[in-house]
């Protein structure tokens, strides 16, 4: 007779003790009242009696060879076949299934496939799966009553809580990129819902993980946090008003990812780049990142430039400060002169049509400045500049322009232009305005006029000329200051 079958003989009344001992301890039979083993097989699951029937045969394999084990020493030793069945249902997991996923995905045009694979869920979720199986196992293969299964039980619970609130994590940062890519949702605030949706998650995991390691319920832990409220609510402050926050920002569309934000008391101007649950990263021009708190956005105040960019016209509000002293009526040399101008012209013609029919009508003499309407070289200055912006290519036409007068101060009388420029690129912008405000430097004195600025060096120089020769000749040597003047700059400041 074949050795194996002399030992299945051997053993076989040993392995029908074992199985009913291992029922009994499973309380599939009762000690109390014994019944008969084929009344209760249909109860009994199959792979029960499989493991119960192959851990007997180890021992008494080992036995064979003349090992004899303690429980203690059995129980190691079944710790070791699940480590084994542990590691192959690894390798066959992520080795051989997760290859093929990755093969799949890669082949595939669906970018979702792409995401999850690239953001470790199928990884995550074997490893779950790999944590039920190692469950399984300490219920299969140890004895209930031992604390080692007790001890590898929490484990595994730990285990398979962790892994599970990754996947749960995967998944979130999966959609996140889906809703970055999608050009409906890429500028929406979803970053802080997303990020409140894994701190839940986060405290889900932590009370149930609590309940496992004090093998209480969950909801026991649930009821005590209700006397830590108040510690609650101050550690999760800022994540609190954060999430309040980004609601009341994606409801009333305040910002968004990519919006153009300045906010001076954090020393915020730039793009938007991230709106997370307690903070918004913004993006400097100088390329440096400012971290504002979420809630500031909603308790303080900012500006928001996303209208200036979609209204397609970035604003042009600068001015420039006439010299008042410069300031005078036209008389007929100048008028002639600027006549030629192409952009004057018909403006002068119809001024002057205008201004002497006034004039004859009420009789004005003509001889006294006071009398009567005239042009003026700063109010032909502003005519000059309105139609140079309104036959520019890079001023926008359909929003306001105008040229305005503002009022006179200490640097004389400011003249501002206000316009808009036909692009939102800063450099163009720039560009555009740049080019405006040369031109009106350069054929400011073709008016008669002066830009007002400070004393320079040259000014002081011809100045301190001037009171040298007053000073030698006790009377001024006109044909000194005469030099003096003609080596000082044409926009210079009378002293």
């Not at 209760?40 to 008494?60: G, L």
């Not at 550690?235 to 009333?252: E, H, M, T, Y």
């Not at 232009?417 to 040369?438: G, H, K, L, P, R």
Request: overall charge positive; hydrophobic content about 45%.
């Amino acid at each position: 007779m074949p050795a194996a079958v002399v030992l299945c003989h051997a053993c076989r009344n040993r392995v029908l003790g074992e199985v009913i001992n291992h029922l009994r301890n499973q309380r599939f039979l009762s000690r109390s009242k014994p019944v008969e083993l084929s009344h209760r097989i249909n109860a009994i699951r199959f792979n029960t009696i499989i493991v119960v029937v192959m851990k007997s045969y180890i021992k008494h394999w080992l036995v064979q060879f003349g090992i004899e084990l303690s429980q203690l020493q059995m129980a190691l030793v079944m710790v070791g076949v699940i480590v084994i069945i542990s590691l192959l249902i690894h390798w066959l997991f992520h080795q051989v299934m997760v290859k093929v996923v990755e093969k799949m995905t890669r082949k595939s045009r669906r970018i979702w496939r792409v995401v999850l694979f690239e953001e470790k869920l199928f990884s995550r979720l074997a490893t779950t799966v790999q944590g039920i199986i190692i469950y399984i196992q300490i219920n299969l293969w140890l004895n209930p009553d031992t604390a080692l299964y007790n001890w590898l039980q929490t484990l595994t619970f730990l285990w398979i809580i962790l892994f599970l609130l990754l996947t749960i994590f995967s998944l979130v940062d999966a959609f996140s990129y889906m809703a970055r890519k999608n050009k409906r949702t890429r500028n929406l605030p979803i970053q802080g819902f997303l990020q409140a949706i894994k701190l839940v998650f986060i405290v889900v995991a932590i009370i149930f993980m609590i309940a496992v390691v004090v093998n209480k319920s969950p909801t026991l832990i649930i009821s005590g946090l209700g006397a830590m409220a108040a510690v609650l609510m101050l550690v999760f402050k800022d994540p609190l008003l954060g999430f309040v926050a980004g609601i009341q920002l994606s409801v009333n569309d305040m910002l968004r990812i990519g919006d153009w934000l300045e906010m001076p008391g954090y020393g915020a101007d730039g793009d938007v780049i991230e709106i997370g649950l307690t903070t918004v990263k913004v993006q400097n021009w100088d390329k440096t990142i400012t971290t504002i708190p979420t809630y500031a956005l909603i308790s303080d105040s900012f500006k928001n430039w996303q209208g200036m960019s979609e209204s397609g016209g970035r604003r042009i509000s600068r001015a420039i400060y006439i010299d008042v002293t410069s300031v005078k009526f036209m008389d007929n040399d100048l008028i002639e002169r600027l006549n030629q101008a192409n952009l004057l012209a018909p403006y002068l013609a119809e001024k002057s049509a205008e201004i002497e029919a006034y004039n004859q009508q009420n009789e004005f003499n003509m001889e006294l400045k006071i009398n009567g309407r005239r042009l003026t070289n700063i109010g032909t200055l502003r005519a000059y500049l309105v139609n140079l912006l309104k036959n520019h290519s890079g001023i926008h036409q359909d929003m306001t322009l105008m040229v305005r007068q503002l009022a006179t101060e200490n640097n004389g009388i400011p003249l501002q232009i206000y316009a808009f420029t036909n692009t939102v690129v800063w450099q163009e912008y720039e560009q555009i305005q740049s080019d405006i405000f040369d031109h009106i430097y350069a054929v400011i004195d073709a008016f008669d006029l002066r830009i007002h600025q400070a004393p320079g060096s040259a000014d002081m120089r011809y100045l301190r000329e001037a009171i040298m020769v007053k000073n030698t000749t006790g009377s001024e040597d006109k044909s000194s200051v005469t030099t003096a003047r003609n080596n000082a700059p044409e926009n210079s400041t009378s002293v």
